[in-house]
């Protein structure tokens, strides 16, 4: 496994990190579902003494999985191998979950959300903490006060380092001046990597501001796996984000097939090639510190580390690109 730098911080984290995002289950908030079909504990457990076995050191999770629950559970799975949750690093965001809050980034709710995450992951400190989103309300009147008090929460030594997940470019154009932030998080894989692809408006923000990257969904939560059949497209329940997303539907899934197709002929066709493939795409980009695919067990988690054993040239970027967006 290599490692790369968070930022220009000296913290050094797993080019292949482990997103935890599928540990909290079916879940909703606000009436809306964010969640992940239901997983096994021990299934989770295998997955994650995987990932170590493998030298990955480095887990993503957030307030809203679950609402809690992928925070306990990651900290009662470190439990139950053995290890000292210390020894990894562990980040964690704010801001989906609201509460009682008028809005998430309020200076008291950040502070609530610090402390009970905290208390779930079983830490005295949040290595890399993000503010989930770049909605800091209307004419971003949050996010003064919003970054004032994650900087005390540094100050405090209850934060290592400061993170900005967004979803938008104008989203971090607007916070990171005044976050600050180590790491910048969003998405990015082979079908859609606006925000790391050279050249773009956020690699030269990051450039300016010294920031790094941590992409989810570096598989398209399995879309580039060619695991679906478009005869029999697969069903999610209720609390499932994925419930009624076009992108898993019949006809998107037929018109990405003759593309994996093409990529198959040339890295290999096992799942394993293609998640290597798209794995290492995302990290080709300089600005990238590490990608963080989810899992749900062991098989999932082998399949992810199994990544970092390989390498990609300039020229096979190039032709994933044109494959999939020629």
């Not at 289950?25 to 096994?40: F, I, Q, R």
């Not at 609530?112 to 989930?132: G, T, V």
């Not at 938008?168 to 790391?196: I, K, M």
């Amino acid at each position: 496994m290599k490692y790369r730098a968070l930022g220009n911080s000296e913290v050094q984290v797993s080019e292949i990190s482990f997103g935890c995002w599928t540990m909290g289950g079916l879940n909703w908030v606000d009436g809306s579902p964010n969640g992940w079909a239901n997983v096994d504990e021990d299934d989770i457990l295998a997955g994650i003494k995987t990932a170590i076995d493998a030298g990955v050191n480095h887990f993503d999770n957030a307030d809203v999985y679950g609402n809690g629950r992928a925070e306990r559970l990651l900290a009662k799975v470190f439990d139950r191998i053995g290890v000292r949750s210390e020894d990894y690093i562990v980040a964690t965001k704010l801001g989906h979950f609201k509460g009682t809050a008028g809005h998430a980034y309020e200076p008291a709710h950040i502070r609530h959300q610090c402390e009970q995450s905290l208390i779930n992951l079983k830490r005295d400190y949040i290595d890399l903490y993000y503010f989930h989103h770049g909605d800091f309300g209307k004419d971003a009147v949050y996010l003064d006060d919003a970054a004032a008090t994650m900087d005390a929460l540094v100050a405090e030594g209850k934060v290592r380092l400061k993170g900005q997940s967004a979803y938008s470019y104008n989203d971090f154009a607007r916070a990171v001046p005044v976050v600050r932030p180590t790491a910048l998080q969003s998405w990015a894989h082979a079908l859609d990597d606006q925000f790391v692809k050279p050249g773009s408006p956020l690699v030269e923000l990051m450039d300016k501001h010294g920031c790094t990257f941590v992409a989810f969904s570096p598989l398209a939560q399995g879309r580039l796996l060619d695991k679906f059949d478009p005869a029999n497209p697969p069903q999610f329940e209720p609390g499932d984000h994925r419930f009624g997303n076009n992108g898993f539907g019949k006809d998107a899934i037929e018109a990405l097939q003759p593309k994996l197709a093409r990529l198959k002929a040339r890295f290999g066709d096992s799942v394993e090639d293609l998640a290597a493939v798209a794995l290492q795409y995302v990290l080709a980009t300089p600005q990238v510190a590490c990608v963080i695919p989810g899992f749900r067990n062991e098989r999932q988690a082998r399949c992810n580390v199994q990544g970092a054993d390989r390498s990609i040239t300039a020229e096979d970027v190039a032709f994933v690109r044109e494959v999939l967006h020629g």
